[in-house]
């Protein structure tokens, strides 16, 4: 099952045009591992398929990546990042094992879940870059300053602008995760945010709909 899985992998991060070493294949499949290992338990995700996660959540996660490389034009020290109601750590911790320089907070208010990513993080070798945060977002004081804020599978494009009002700054990029394009929720963003941006994105192996939406301050 491995050497499958490694398989289809490698072959979905060509298809992303992401190119990364044999030791972050390696990552990115123990980081697999826990997940499966923890969902047993903890219940993290209904998908349970080992091939299933690894379209869904890693692939459907990396796929990202290139959008948001593209929209990071600073020199130096790569972006400061959040990703909202973390859960498994999706898109988070993938996106830091293929991109180095980028920094993470992972919050993340349920505890288990929370526990979860403390251990992915550690057993990962990430606690240098990725920091969890067991609390409610609404509840964090200012924080950052976070260029991107990410979330996945969070709420409404209106709510994801409204719980994150205290940490985003006046140059932080909202970036929600979306299955088909969310006409209905575009439409009922209000200032100060409004829509920067929809990319439609293609997930190796994936037959679905999945689109990119960026929301900056008005």
Known sequence: MHAALAAQLGEGLRGLSLDVSVSVGDALLAYLALL???????????????????????????????????????????????????????????????????????????????????????????????????????????AGPFDFITCRAYATLAAFAEDVQAIAGAQTTLVALKGVRPDAEIDALGRPWTVDGIEALSVPFLNAHRHLVWMRRV
């Open 36 to 142: 499966e290992k923890w969902n047993r338990v903890y219940n993290l995700t209904a998908i349970r398929d080992p091939q299933a996660m690894l379209v869904q959540h890693l692939l459907d996660s990396l796929a990202v990546v290139p959008a948001l490389q593209r929209r990071w034009s600073a020199t130096g020290p790569g972006p400061e990042l959040a990703d909202i109601g973390s859960g498994a750590g999706l898109p988070a911790i993938p996106i830091a094992l293929v991109w180095p320089q980028v920094r993470y907070t992972l919050v993340e208010p349920v505890e288990k879940k929370a526990a979860f990513l403390r251990q992915a993080v550690g057993d990962l070798g990430l606690t240098d870059r990725l920091q969890v945060v067991c609390q409610r977002v609404q509840a964090m004081g200012p």
